[in-house]
């Protein structure tokens, strides 16, 4: 992930649809609990081109053939790119290169077209994105049937709220899931006072989306705690309920994951625990930006990491990969 640093941007308006509305409910299991392993060493890491700086954001979709596909961000200093990387067990990855970049002179300007969410659907890839300057982000989106070429759409699909919304700053770190033919796609917020916290929007074709009215659905949290400074790239999967793994930001910028649950993708509890933070050197500052695969028996997770304390780049970013295993008790 990256988080979006805010300017100053008190006269932008935004326009939206917005309305009521609420996930198909999912029956949640009694005393939920997960507990957490991961690889010592990262799973991708940075090469010496287009992704040397930071390697982070992936988005994990499995192919009718088993193989793994990774679209994931990489920082060259100046510009953030989306490549894709191919794998047969998730752990052992071949980069492949960049695939997608910003189109400049457009409204997605030069810094950013990366941190997206990547969807397969009937033999089409759907990539829903992060673009525009620093600190005024929207989302775009992009298909392509072959996860290389892709056909972007000419306007963002998901833009700021209105003036004193809680997202009129800024918008960013999509995360797309499909429900009874029906898209979702959670996302960062950040208002003028720099909160940036989490909402939802829906949408029938995954282009034209309506933002919930009710938006933000997850708060900061206490003072104290792992998020209270600041929310940022959801990951939402259905089993027994809705489930949310989710980076936080603390007071020295430190950044790691927890959870929240829902019977309806829009009320959200946050769970106690785990709060799955770095083990290693590698990733000792910053645990983030997850993508989930649930396998039948436990929720593969891939996620960045760091070793800078930072909100948003330059963190020496790589690739990991863990587990959260349902505990019964």
Same mark, same amino acid.
């Given at each position: 992930?990256?988080y979006v640093l805010a300017w100053s941007l008190l006269g932008?308006?935004?326009?939206?649809?917005?309305?009521?509305?609420?996930?198909?409910?999912?029956?949640?299991?009694?005393?939920?609990?997960?507990?957490?392993?991961?690889?010592?060493?990262?799973?991708?890491?940075?090469?010496?081109?287009?992704?040397?700086?930071?390697?982070?954001?992936?988005?994990?979709?499995q192919a009718p053939n088993g193989r793994l596909l990774n679209?994931?961000?990489?920082?060259?200093?100046?510009?953030?790119?989306? $490549?894709? #990387?191919? &794998?047969? +067990? =998730?752990?052992? !990855? *071949?980069?492949?290169?960049?695939?997608?970049?910003?189109?400049? %002179?457009?409204?997605?300007?030069?810094?950013?077209?990366?941190?997206?969410?990547?969807?397969?659907?009937?033999?089409?890839?759907?990539?829903?994105?992060?673009?525009?300057?620093?600190?005024?982000?929207?989302i775009g989106l992009a298909r392509s049937p072959d996860g290389?070429?892709?056909?972007?759409?000419?306007?963002?699909?998901?833009?700021?709220?209105?003036?004193?919304?809680?997202?009129?700053?800024?918008?960013?770190?999509?995360?797309?899931?499909?429900?009874?033919?029906?898209?979702?796609?959670?996302?960062?917020?950040?208002?003028?006072?720099?909160?940036?916290?989490? $909402?939802? #929007?829906? &949408?029938? +074709? =995954?282009?034209? !989306? *309506?933002?919930?009215?009710?938006?933000?659905?997850?708060?900061? %949290?206490?003072?104290?705690?792992?998020?209270?400074?600041?929310?940022?790239?959801?990951?939402?999967?259905?089993?027994?309920?809705?489930?949310?793994?989710?980076?936080?930001?603390?007071?020295?910028?430190?950044?790691?994951?927890?959870?929240?649950?829902?019977?309806?993708?829009?009320?959200?509890?946050?769970?106690?625990?785990?709060?799955?933070?770095?083990?290693?050197?590698?990733?000792?500052?910053?645990?983030?930006?997850?993508?989930?695969?649930?396998?039948?028996?436990?929720?593969?997770?891939?996620?960045?990491?760091?070793?800078?304390?930072?909100?948003?780049?330059?963190?020496?970013?790589?690739?990991?990969? =863990?587990?959260?295993?349902?505990?019964?008790?």
């Open positions: 992930m990256r932008l308006t935004g326009c939206a649809r917005y309305d009521d509305f609420a996930l198909p409910e999912a029956k949640l299991s009694t005393n939920p609990a997960f507990r957490w392993q991961s690889h010592r060493e990262p799973v991708l890491a940075r090469s010496a081109g287009w992704d040397r700086v930071d390697a982070l954001n992936p988005s994990v979709v679209f994931y961000s990489g920082f060259d200093g100046n510009t953030w790119h989306t $490549g894709l #990387a191919t &794998s047969r +067990d =998730g752990v052992s !990855w *071949t980069q492949e290169g960049k695939v997608l970049s910003p189109s400049p %002179g457009t409204w997605e300007g030069t810094y950013i077209a990366a941190n997206g969410s990547a969807k397969l659907t009937n033999g089409v890839f759907s990539y829903w994105y992060q673009a525009g300057p620093t600190g005024q982000t929207r290389r070429t892709w056909r972007k759409e000419p306007n963002p699909v998901l833009d700021l709220g209105p003036r004193g919304a809680w997202d009129e700053v800024s918008i960013g770190d999509p995360d797309v899931i499909e429900v009874s033919g029906i898209y979702y796609l959670y996302y960062l917020g950040q208002d003028r006072a720099r909160r940036q916290r989490l $909402g939802v #929007a829906r &949408s029938t +074709d =995954g282009t034209t !989306w *309506t933002k919930l009215r009710a938006n933000p659905i997850l708060e900061l %949290g206490e003072v104290g705690r792992f998020d209270e400074r600041g929310l940022g790239e959801p990951a939402v999967w259905r089993q027994n309920g809705y489930w949310m793994l989710y980076t936080g930001r603390d007071k020295g910028e430190v950044r790691r994951m927890g959870l929240a649950y829902s019977r309806d993708g829009v009320t959200w509890r946050k769970l106690n625990g785990p709060v799955i933070e770095g083990e290693q050197s590698w990733n000792a500052k910053v645990v983030c930006d997850p993508s989930v695969l649930w396998d039948g028996s436990k929720l593969r997770v891939w996620f960045g990491g760091g070793d800078v304390a930072h909100p948003a780049e330059r963190i020496n970013g790589q690739i990991g990969y =863990g587990e959260l295993i349902p505990v019964l008790r």
